[in-house]
């Protein structure tokens, strides 16, 4: 039993080096900090508007109830999420350079 396991170990093709990534190697690299800038930017400005918002739509423009404002708000986050799970399945088809 203990001659399989070490020949199973010389016969891994797994390799055992281990990579050393810090914060540097992430925000040094172009494509991801760009995508932490999207994420951040995208979030303060929800974040920042919802409340000018919830009360523009409560107002007397769009006369919506106070419980129906969070409905208009979950609507936007479901059609996200719906986009998101379909997007690999809408651009398998595509070529990959247009």
Do not use: Q
Request: aromatic content about 16%; hydrophobic content about 40%; proline content about 2%.
């Amino acid at each position: 039993m203990a001659e399989t396991r070490a020949t199973a170990k010389k016969k891994s093709c797994f390799k055992t080096d281990k990579y050393n990534i810090t914060w540097w190697t992430i925000l040094s690299h172009k494509h991801s900090m760009f995508a932490l800038m999207t994420c951040f930017v995208g979030t303060f400005n929800i974040v920042f508007w919802t409340a000018f918002i919830a009360t523009a739509l409560t107002g007397e423009t769009y006369g919506l109830d106070d419980d129906k404002v969070g409905y208009v708000f979950g609507s936007g986050a479901f059609t996200y999420l719906a986009a998101c799970l379909l997007l690999p399945y809408t651009c398998e088809g595509s070529p990959r350079k247009l």
